[in-house]
């Protein structure tokens, strides 16, 4: 996700105040942004007092600051697939006691009904699907070697499994589908299914598949099957489409009290 243009619109909208934008390097903000937004050490963010933060880094800044942020406003994870690790996960409930932890549904269409299904307890089965061109994926160890062999016309399998364990392999891919273990929170990161496929053909789209298996009602499964297509330039991590869509649930965080929300 790119913070500069989530920096931008919270500085053109009415019902946005930005308190301040941190960076690796600081920098970088300098040319564009003036110096009072400009926070160069995040355990200083309480100055700031902000209402809400946003992390669109990496997952490292959750799992190093996430509770302190936690302390001070409600946390929106850009980077959801650090909840992956349940140290992490278990941490940041426990600090959600007087602000929220927000996790944006991203490209997961149906975020809201599969969470309704998961209270319930009628949710029985969740697969993801996600297709990329391998130029869009940033991977790591056996996953990495794997796709840099993809070649031809032939789409690749890269990973079917449990979300939990693809997670660490490809944490700036599958924010998506950590979003649908949160949301699907009584199949957790070990229930919900991921699979990620590799296909040279798939220059101009990230295509997201979600399969919903509901509960059994005369001998049939209740089941509900989504396909995504979203616009995408070669060798985009992210597509088109979800810089909106995360903006959207940035404007739906917050306020809601302690604990975890879909936004």
């Known amino acids: 996700m790119n913070c500069q243009y989530l920096t931008q619109a919270a500085l053109q909208r009415d019902d946005l105040d930005l308190a301040f934008v941190w960076n690796r390097t600081s920098t970088a903000l300098e040319s564009h942004l003036e110096n009072r937004y400009i926070c160069r050490d995040l355990d200083e963010c309480g100055e700031y007092s902000p209402d809400l933060i946003v992390e669109v880094a990496h997952p490292v800044i959750t799992e190093k600051y996430g509770a302190q942020f936690l302390s001070v406003a409600d946390y929106m994870v850009g980077s959801p697939t650090a909840l992956a690790s349940q140290t992490v996960e278990e941490a940041l ?71 939990r364990g693809l997670c660490p392999l490809a944490p700036n891919n599958v924010n998506t589908m950590a979003a649908a273990a949160i949301a699907a929170h009584n199949l957790g990161f070990d229930g919900v299914q991921g699979s990620l496929i590799s296909n040279p053909l798939l220059t101009d789209w990230h295509i997201v598949e979600v399969e919903v298996t509901g509960p059994e009602i005369a001998g049939k499964n209740f089941s509900v099957k989504t396909t995504r297509n979203n616009p995408a330039d070669p060798g985009a991590v992210t597509g088109t489409a979800t810089y909106a869509s995360f903006l959207s649930s940035m404007v739906r965080a917050g306020g809601r009290g302690a604990g975890v929300h879909l936004c």
């Open 93 to 163: 409930r426990v600090a959600a006691t007087s602000h929220g932890l927000y996790v944006p549904a991203g490209a997961l269409w149906g975020a809201e009904d599969i969470l309704k299904m998961a209270d319930r307890g009628t949710l029985k089965a969740l697969k993801v699907t996600m297709t990329k061109h391998p130029s869009s994926f940033k991977l790591k160890g056996d996953l990495e070697v794997k796709n840099a062999q993809v070649c031809g016309n032939e789409s690749v399998i890269l990973y079917d499994g449990p979300v």
